[in-house]
Nanobody
C-alpha cells in the first residue's frame, strides 16, 4: 500500500486549501485514513481520521469546524479540505493508513503505512 499527499502550498490567513491523499494498493473507499501534521520544532499531531468501516470522522479540537475530510472514490483518494487557515496551521501534512483513537485523540498506533508529506504554509 502506498499513499501520497499533495496539494500543499502557500496561503494567506483566512484562506482555504485542499490537500489530497492518493491511495494505491487498496480501495480508498473502504480504507481508514488518518491525517497528521508536524510543525517545525513540534511533535506530530493527529488531526483527523475517517473510518473505513463506519465512515465516521474525528477531528482534533485544533481543526474542528475548519477542516473536513472526505473521499474521492473516482480518484481513489481521501481529501482534507482546510478552511479559515491560521498561521499555526503551518506544518507538513501527512496521510496514513489506519485510524486509532485513544481518549478522543488520533494516534499513530496501528498505522500501517505513511505517505510522503506535503508542506502547508499559512502566511501573509
Amino acid at each position: 500500500v502506498q499513499l501520497q499527499a499533495s496539494g500543499g502550498g502557500l496561503v494567506q490567513p483566512g484562506g482555504s486549501l485542499r490537500v489530497s491523499c492518493a491511495v494505491a494498493g487498496v480501495s480508498s473507499e473502504h480504507a481508514s485514513i488518518s491525517w497528521f501534521r508536524q510543525a517545525p520544532g513540534k511533535e506530530r499531531e493527529g488531526i483527523s481520521c475517517i473510518s473505513g468501516t463506519t465512515g465516521r470522522t474525528l477531528y482534533a479540537d485544533s481543526v474542528k469546524g475548519r477542516f473536513t475530510v472526505s473521499r474521492d472514490n473516482v480518484k481513489n483518494a481521501v481529501i482534507l479540505q482546510m478552511n479559515k487557515l491560521k498561521p499555526e496551521d503551518t506544518a507538513v501534512y501527512y496521510c496514513a493508513l489506519g485510524c486509532t483513537i485513544v481518549r478522543g485523540i488520533v494516534t499513530s498506533h496501528g498505522i500501517v503505512s505513511w505517505g510522503k508529506g506535503t508542506q502547508v504554509t499559512v502566511s501573509s
